[in-house]
């Protein structure tokens, strides 16, 4: 066997990015190894996966089944409005808005850090803007929608508006309208705008999904670059086969053949199948791993990053105390190389903040865990918020130590793991390359100081 090394005929790798050795078997086929030496496992060479995601029926029959979920979950929570006898225990009472908040949510971001974005593969409001888009305008997307800002205006508006104002959270009736609302708006922009504009542009959950899928242990790429070199029709990118229902050329505004990270691929799966080689492949890779490639993030990203921080401290004082204080202090010590400082601060925020995240999501799940049992037998729970109310009943919560001691296990271990790997990603990682060693240990200072503050919450 013989070593030797490809550069960018295999992908256009950036300038910052490294070149990684690929060990050569044969003249035909060339596997990539990554750092650790390990042939990164193929999982479509599993057959039940490959007839998956290879069908014409995935993922639309997935699509349609959960968009058949939720119509029922509007069905059971839009009937439900807000009244102030009951207003402190409905949300909890009330089935629809129990899953939707406290299972589906948490389940959401773990999967975005294992797997990006699995939920946006079978997401039905990915089929119903596509659907739109296919018989609509398919007009560009102006320069505004495109810039970033309004996902981040629009995730603003749920967190200060329909969430602290309107209820989103806390009253069945407001989630269903939210539900509502946000179908109808991915069908008529789909009918306004060409591709994904719902998705691409709009849609908050598909951005947090995406800075958190740099965590993800999985990436969907090319097999063999050389192949998708020495195609002649690229049927993955062809205008003509954007539209089709099945099979399609991406609609992500990404080449399929040199996807660079985890963050834009919905990993719909259409390419494999508009593919005439099936050149592609979804490997398991070492978590972390794109945080070791140059990510730059928008200064939209950035404020939506802010956003998601503020919300899951639900303490915007400890957002200037423990993030935009040492902020600063990082700008000050580096201030010759401004700009790579204020990416590599904000990216090494976000490990930390989709662990809090996720761990936030789950201390509610856990709280909700003893009325679940309620919700099954009052879908509607407007009864049992009666009751609870006029203090007929309570909820006894004695038996969640286990699960209490459980969280708190996994909240040390898990907040250890992201400062350890946030030290290596600022001594390795291409993000950092251009700052000094003072900024560097500022940076891990404030990786520690961010990390404690949510530390001490939990």
């Known amino acids: 066997m013989k070593i030797e090394k490809k550069y960018k005929e295999e992908r256009p790798f950036e300038k910052e990015d490294k070149i990684p050795e690929v060990l050569v078997l044969s003249r035909k ?34 699509q349609l089944i959960n968009l058949s979920v939720f119509v029922v979950l509007i069905i059971g929570s839009i009937g439900v409005g807000y009244n102030p006898k009951i207003a402190p225990y409905i949300a909890n009472t009330n089935l629809a808005n129990q899953i939707v908040w406290n299972i589906w949510w948490p389940f959401t971001l ?54 602290k104002y309107l209820g989103l959270q806390a009253v069945p009736r407001t989630m269903a309208i939210y539900l509502i609302t946000v179908i109808s708006l991915s069908f008529i922009l789909g009918l306004i705008f060409e591709k994904r504009s719902f998705c691409s542009y709009v849609c908050p959950l598909g951005s947090i999904i995406g800075m958190y899928s740099y965590i993800a242990g999985t990436q969907w790429r090319a097999d063999d670059p050389a192949v998708c070199k020495e195609c002649k029709t690229k049927d993955c990118v062809a205008k003509r086969n954007r539209y089709k229902l099945t099979g399609h050329s991406c609609t992500s505004n990404i080449n399929p053949a040199r996807i660079p990270d985890n963050r834009e691929c919905l990993l719909c799966t259409h390419c494999l199948k508009v593919c005439p080689s099936a050149n592609f492949k979804f490997s398991l890779c070492l978590p972390f791993t794109d945080f070791f490639k140059n990510i730059k993030l928008t200064l939209a990203e ?58 936030h999501a789950f201390r509610g799940m856990i709280w909700n865990w003893p009325v679940f049992k309620l919700n099954l037998l009052d879908p509607l729970g407007v009864r049992t918020a009666n009751m609870l109310a006029e203090k007929i009943m309570i909820i006894d919560r004695n038996g969640l130590g286990p699960a209490w001691r459980l969280f708190g296990t996994t909240t040390g271990l898990l907040y250890g793991a992201v400062f350890a790997v946030s030290v290596a990603i600022i001594l390795k990682s291409p993000l950092t390359e251009n700052i000094n060693r003072t900024g560097k240990l500022l940076l891990i200072l404030s990786v520690a100081s961010y990390i404690a503050s949510f530390y001490i919450k939990v």
Request: hydrophobic share 55%.
């Open 29 to 62: 086929r060339v596997m990539p190894v990554n750092k650790s030496g390990i042939t990164p496992r193929n999982l479509l060479k599993i057959k039940p996966i490959r007839i998956i995601v290879k069908s014409k029926y995935y993922p639309i029959v997935p």
């Open 110 to 163: 773990v999967f975005a850090a294992i797997a990006g974005h699995l939920w946006c593969s079978i997401c039905p409001l990915e089929l119903v803007n596509s659907l739109g888009s296919r018989i609509g305008l398919k007009k560009k997307a102006p320069g505004f929608l495109r810039s970033g800002w309004v996902v981040t205006l629009f995730f603003a508006f749920i967190l200060f508006g329909a969430g």
């Open 302 to 359: 950035m404020g939506m990053l802010m956003l998601i921080i503020g919300f899951v401290n639900n303490n915007w004082h400890a957002l200037v105390v423990f993030t935009l204080i040492p902020l600063v202090l990082c700008l000050l010590v580096s201030w010759r190389t401004l700009k790579p400082m204020l990416n590599a601060f904000m990216v090494l925020l976000i490990p930390t903040t989709a662990v809090a995240h996720m761990l």
